[in-house]
């Protein structure tokens, strides 16, 4: 093994002992490389069928032998972005007497981990709840890796638009608030295009619209409505509007980012900032917050009648090839449920048209005076685009 | 024995089947050299191949991109690298993060340099007093973690145009608002790391001071040369190369780092390449991602290169004790009050004072309220919004446990790689073997934490060869981190082996001690200090790691450090505060713990382990 000690130095290329680690590099690239996913489409009816989803959901559904089958399953992992599902599958396991685990995470890590397990040969996903449509719809549909499961006395009741690709939990709204320093009942701008101007300079705050699926909506919705923002600036200054950028709507947000718009990283954060500032101050975020201004927690008022909200919506569906899918039914039909989406009914706007807004939450989507709601090829097609535009005006 | 004459066929077999059991034997009992192949296996594929794997994947389109791209994911595509270099965005994603990366780069490199080189100076060879207490404070904001200083920054000079806009102690009690550019941005990070990293400099610099011959000094004294002459013709001549080498040194350690710019820097929108990456992993752009990843193991390694070609041989300042030649003290004069006291305050508020800080944060009712009457223990043992303080609540106890395990995983296995590398090393000592391992050791030296973070995410996200899909597991962090520790380890265990003499080893393999016996009653009790001060220091360095593991934990595997980014992100500065206490106090006692029960500073030798 030993060789003399070489003279003069060698050419590195030419050194046998680099090709040898070279190769063997090389081979193990290509071992990883070697694994790769792929959806076998008879392997999923096969799990169809025995799930009873897709085309072999019964005609009407025995709850009784779902339970029963239920207790047989492994225990579900539910992945879910609110943290106010911890309590509500603790409620459900102990109705049922099952050990469902909710993993919760921010709506894009969710997908995200989701997609990234999926990938990875690993099918621990056993129901799924988030926001976000345009990713989900990109990550988990296209990849075939959630499957629709409505059921049967829902699907009596519901538009079906509302279960179509999945079904919907719940909506809620990104709007916009104002401190309560001046005239609570006055809203304190005419105008979304007011927010641009110098008198609202650094008195306007958001969460990153980078990392916050609420806020992306939002522009998203002002994009797709450019010719509306156009008649707007129209209406606020008088005279037609001079693009810097494609249209109105980016036009807008390029407006509203050069006046020193306050970008934080947390909903409470805008909710904090517009509480506590003196003189006029606006947020945007989602209505759930309304709940804490109700609860004492933070003081502002809602803007329903001014600025025009966007509505969004939860998708809720049974993880593809869940060892489960019973367990997986019984949370979804419970979710949806008066008493086990109680969490949600006291601060969102349930989908179900059964359930009634939890006593104390007065606010109805009837209230907003304009509501947008881009859809999700809209929200797919402009995601990316307006990712861009907020690097580049950031 | 041998026979030239033919032997009988049967002898001969004989012969050639001893031979052959007594090469395996030989090879069984002499482990260092198919350790060395096992070494060269093991991490090549846990170092090249991942690092392969990125190269590729910033060359093919990723998950998402499919549309924007032009084509099918996994097609071939330059995309991501003119997306970089020449898109509409790159000045946004890439030339700004680029140049405020080197901006502050160099501007707390040559503040760091300033401070510690001075300070090396004062220590080694003037005749300040009180010099111990000055070298153990001196040490203590190299030990914590950088993010906790920027957090006692904000305490200090925070704001309230930016963010939730909770005012510091500077707005609140003083009543003087704060620029932004002081509160925020590329001021505060250039600060906040060279606080963090004059005691790199200090070290690299006092050790090179302590090897200078005094008696050179002293016969310039003779021949008449005044104070400051010396200094010039003789003093920083000699210790010039080793400067170079640790402001080079210190750059490179500091160009991939994640806490401070992302406390300071992303609330005013500042990115620095290593936030830019975060951010961009963070909203999947992943190829944007690899290529900034890639964009920071090219600037490290070209610095160690220059390092390495400056010095001609980098291992040359690695030690603090030097010759025992005379030294020669320098007499401070009648500057000798003024200096000491300057001397004093400075290093006692840059290790005191982040801690103060952050202790009285923690304790504030309403944040930015300096108030005696605002101050309770809410958020260490209390309950507020439904939130419990962090001594009672169950997610904080789950995050200090993978803490700990990971930790102390991480620790064990680089403490005893070190030593088997060290072996490999110090036993195969001129064989190109050893060489080779000692170089593949050092390479996750040039890849920074976030860096690492970014390809593990990906190279084990799935299964990889003979490993399941990691991701989501602890494996994937303690994987990553042990062999982002692995420099580090290696030079501890190779220094230590090679004080070891080949001829203890021998007389015990003479006495038919097998290769374990000698390990266990030889090498290891023989490098038991170089092995405990390894375990410690790879334990601190990960419980206050962030960058490495920031874009790799997910709620099961949660560890503290995220936990109080989180905290941060969500507006929750107390609980931030108060873990930052915790993690400070660990990493503290534990440094001192290697100090006393090593009777050494561990910090010594290859400038210790903040990264």
């Given at each position: 093994m030993f060789r003399p000690a070489l003279a003069r130095k060698e050419n590195i290329m030419t050194n046998p002992w680099y090709r040898r680690l070279v190769a063997i590099g090389c081979s193990l690239l290509l071992i990883g490389f070697g694994t790769v996913s792929s959806q076998d489409d008879a392997a999923y009816d096969a799990w169809l069928e025995q799930a009873q989803?897709?085309?072999?959901?019964?005609?009407?559904?025995d709850w009784d032998a779902i339970l029963e089958a239920a207790r047989e399953e492994p225990p579900l992992t539910f992945y879910v972005?609110?943290?106010?599902?911890l309590g509500a599958t603790d409620r459900f396991n102990e109705r049922y007497g099952l050990n469902v685990e909710a993993i919760n995470l921010g709506t894009n890590d969710l997908i995200e981990r989701v997609r990234r397990e999926w990938d990875a040969g690993?099918?621990?996903?056993g129901l799924i709840m988030v926001g976000n449509p345009a990713l989900f719809q990109e990550a988990l549909l296209s990849r075939n890796a959630v499957t629709r499961y409505v059921p049967r006395e829902l699907e009596a009741v519901m538009d079906p638009i509302e279960t179509e690709p999945l079904l919907r939990h719940r909506y809620s709204v990104g709007t916009w608030y104002y401190s309560?320093?001046?005239?609570?009942?006055?809203?304190?701008?005419?105008?979304?295009?007011?927010?641009?101007t110098e008198p609202w300079r650094n008195r306007v705050a958001t969460t990153d619209p980078l990392s916050s699926s609420t806020i992306l909506m939002y522009f998203t919705a002002v994009v797709s409505n450019a010719d509306q923002m156009a008649q707007m600036y129209e209406d606020y200054f008088g005279e037609s509007i001079e693009l810097t950028t494609e249209n109105a709507g980016y036009e807008f947000i390029k407006r509203l980012l050069d006046n020193d718009v306050r970008i934080v990283s947390a909903q409470r954060d805008v909710a904090e900032a517009v509480s506590v500032a003196t003189g006029n101050f606006a947020g945007m975020g989602t209505q759930s917050l309304y709940r804490l201004v109700q609860e004492g927690t933070y003081d502002f008022t809602l803007d329903t009648t001014v600025n025009p909200v966007v509505r969004t919506f939860q998708w809720i569906g049974i993880g593809s090839y869940t060892e489960s899918p019973n367990q997986a039914k019984l949370l979804l039909d419970w979710l949806m449920s008066q008493e086990g989406g109680a969490p949600w009914w006291a601060a969102d706007f349930a989908v179900n048209p059964l359930v009634d807004p939890t006593d104390?939450?007065?606010?109805?989507?009837?209230?907003?005076a304009q509501v947008w709601e881009p859809t999700v090829d809209e929200m797919v097609e402009l995601s990316d685009d307006l990712i861009d535009f907020f690097l580049l005006y950031r | 024995m041998s026979q030239p004459t033919a032997p009988s066929a049967p002898r001969a077999n004989r012969r050639r089947l001893r031979r052959a059991v007594n090469a395996v034997k030989l090879w069984i009992t002499t482990p260092h050299r198919w350790m060395g192949w096992l070494f060269l296996l093991v991490f090549g594929y846990l170092i090249l191949v991942p690092v392969g794997e990125i190269i590729l994947a910033t060359l093919r389109i990723q998950e998402g991109d499919a549309r924007r791209a032009g084509g099918a994911i996994g097609d071939w595509t330059l995309y991501y690298w003119q997306r970089t270099f020449?898109?509409?965005?790159s000045r946004r994603i890439f030339y700004e993060p680029l140049m405020n990366t080197l901006i502050v780069s160099v501007g707390y490199t040559v503040l760091a340099m300033t401070i510690g080189v001075t300070l090396a100076w004062l220590l080694v060879k003037s005749d300040i007093p009180f010099k111990k207490f000055i070298g153990f404070a001196a040490l203590i904001p190299y030990i914590v973690p950088s993010w906790t200083i920027a957090l006692a920054w904000l305490t200090m000079f925070?704001?309230?145009?930016?963010?939730?806009?909770a005012p510091g102690i500077l707005q609140s009690v003083i009543g003087i608002v704060p620029p932004d550019w002081l509160a925020y941005g590329m001021f505060p990070i250039t600060i906040v790391l060279a606080i963090n990293y004059f005691a790199f400099t200090f070290l690299l610099s006092a050790s090179a001071l302590a090897t200078i011959d005094g008696r050179l000094e002293e016969s310039a004294e003779l021949h008449g040369a005044g104070g400051r002459r010396i200094l010039r013709a003789i003093t920083l001549p000699l210790i010039l190369p080793a400067l170079g080498s640790a402001f080079i040194l210190t750059f490179a350690q500091g160009i991939g780092t994640f806490g401070a710019p992302a406390f300071l820097g992303i609330p005013v929108r500042f990115y620095m390449l290593s936030t830019q990456l975060y951010q961009s992993a963070g909203i999947g752009r992943f190829g944007d991602a690899f290529a900034l990843t890639l964009i920071l193991i090219v600037m490290a390694g070209l610095a160690i290169v220059m390092n390495s070609m400056m010095m001609?041989?980098?291992?040359?300042?690695?030690?603090?004790?030097?010759?025992?030649s005379t030294h020669r003290r320098v007499p401070l004069g009648r500057w000798r009050w003024p200096v000491t006291i300057v001397t004093l305050l400075f290093v006692s508020i840059a290790a005191f004072m982040p801690i103060t800080l952050l202790v009285w944060q923690s304790l504030q009712?309403?944040?930015?309220?300096?108030?005696?009457?605002?101050?309770?223990?809410t958020y260490w043992i209390g309950e507020i919004d439904g939130m419990r303080g962090i001594v009672a609540d169950p997610r904080v106890r789950h995050a200090a446990w993978n803490s700990l395990i990971i930790g102390l995983a991480v620790a064990t296995s680089t403490a005893l790689i070190g030593i088997l590398t060290g072996y490999v090393v110090a036993k195969g000592r001129g064989s190109r073997l050893a060489r080779v391992v000692e170089q593949v050791s050092f390479l996750?030296?040039?890849?920074?934490g976030i860096a690492f973070g970014a390809i593990y995410l990906t190279m084990f996200a799935r299964p990889v060869g003979p490993l399941p899909?990691?991701?989501?597991?602890?494996w994937i962090i303690i994987l990553a981190a042990m062999v982002n520790r692995l420099p580090f380890a290696s030079r501890t265990g190779i220094s230590a082996m090679m004080q070891i003499g080949h001829s203890l080893e021998e007389a015990a393999e003479v006495h038919g001690a097998g290769f374990f016996t000698r390990l266990k009653r030889i090498l290891l009790p023989l490098s038991k200090r170089g092995f405990l001060a390894g375990f410690i220091l790879s334990f601190v360095s990960t419980v206050k790691d962030l960058s490495l593991v920031v874009l790799l934990v997910t709620p099961q595997t949660m560890v503290l450090t995220v936990l109080t980014f989180g905290y941060v992100e969500l507006g929750r500065r107390q609980f931030a505060d108060a873990i930052g206490v915790v993690i400070v106090v660990l990493v503290l006692s534990c440094t001192w713990l290697a100090q006393w029960a090593t009777k050494?500073?561990?910090?010594e030798g290859f400038g210790g382990s903040n990264r």
């Open positions: 989803l897709g085309p072999y959901q019964p005609a009407e559904e972005a609110t943290s106010r599902a690993l099918r621990n996903a309560t320093d001046g005239d609570p009942d006055v809203v304190p701008y005419e105008n979304l295009w007011e927010l641009t104390g939450f007065d606010l109805r989507m009837a209230d907003f | 020449t898109g509409d965005l925070g704001n309230d145009r930016v963010g939730i806009g001609g041989r980098r291992k040359q300042f690695t030690t603090m004790t030097g010759k025992g009712l309403q944040l930015g309220n300096f108030g005696i009457t605002n101050l309770t223990l996750p030296y040039v890849i920074p899909a990691l991701y989501g597991t602890i050494t500073n561990p910090l």
